[in-house]
């Protein structure tokens, strides 16, 4: 009985003995989880692009204040059209005709005198003195002056011009206000100027129009000396127009 009363003892006293023995704390390594992600950056240009061909000289245009406006065209066919907005970073230089691209830009919020895209030049693609046309009447004419019975009376504005076509059968412009379009019939130097037609858009300068229009109906014959054309009504001058070339 004493055997295993002693037997015991030791026993209980071995178990005592691992359990007082430290224990090592077990550390885990926790491993951070990184999330990657991808961040695509798309260029955003907006915007178009285009090309535009300038006149050699700007013209007088209706805004809030006196303008000048460019004259455009998109393709070398078209005729001109008058453009009342700014071109960011192109230095314009009278007397030259241009081939430009430029970038087109929406404008939240224009002026109320102007368009409502934005141009910013983005090359110059050629830059020329126009060439003379084969023909000295079809060509590009801005009016200079009116002829009163006794002397000239240059005009205050040089808003109203004319395009002749360049096969003599027809004209384009504007009289200061409205865009104006016709027949045209040219012999040698005769010259008339017949079914005028124009928009009706109202303005302060529908006076001086009417005076224009009705100068073009009575013309019949024409000289073009230096540059300047030059009107008549039989022997009697009506107008001086001034070639944009």
């Not at 360049?166 to 009289?175: A, E, I, M, V, Y």
């Not at 109202?202 to 013309?219: N, P, V, Y």
Request: with cysteine.
């Amino acid at each position: 009985m004493k055997y295993w009363i002693l037997t015991l003892s030791l026993l209980l006293s071995s178990i005592l003995l691992v359990d007082a023995r430290p224990r090592r704390k077990k550390h885990h390594s926790k491993r951070s989880k990184h999330r990657v992600s991808r961040v695509v950056r798309r260029s955003s240009g907006g915007g178009n692009y285009k090309s535009v061909w300038i006149a050699p000289h700007q013209v007088d245009c209706n805004g809030v204040a006196p303008l000048k406006c460019f004259q455009v065209k998109y393709a070398p066919q078209e005729e001109w059209q008058t453009y009342s907005g700014a071109i960011d970073r192109f230095k314009f230089v009278e007397g030259f005709e241009y081939q430009i691209k430029v970038k087109e830009t929406k404008l939240k919020n224009p002026p109320a005198d102007a368009p409502d895209t934005k141009w910013t030049l983005v090359r110059v693609v050629s830059k020329q003195e126009p060439e003379l046309p084969k023909l000295p009447l079809a060509s590009q004419w801005i009016l200079s002056a009116y002829y009163t019975g006794s002397a000239w009376e240059p005009t205050n504005s040089k808003s109203a011009y004319l395009t002749i076509a360049r096969d003599l059968k027809g004209f384009s412009g504007t009289g200061g206000c409205n865009r104006l379009r016709g027949d045209l019939e040219s012999n040698g130097t005769n010259v008339t100027f017949s079914q005028i037609i124009s928009t009706k858009m109202a303005c302060d300068k529908l006076q001086a129009e009417t005076r224009f229009i009705e100068a073009l109906g009575k013309a019949n014959r024409f000289d073009i000396v230096g540059g300047e054309l030059t009107l008549f009504n039989g022997q009697t001058p009506l107008m001086k127009l001034e070639s944009y070339r």
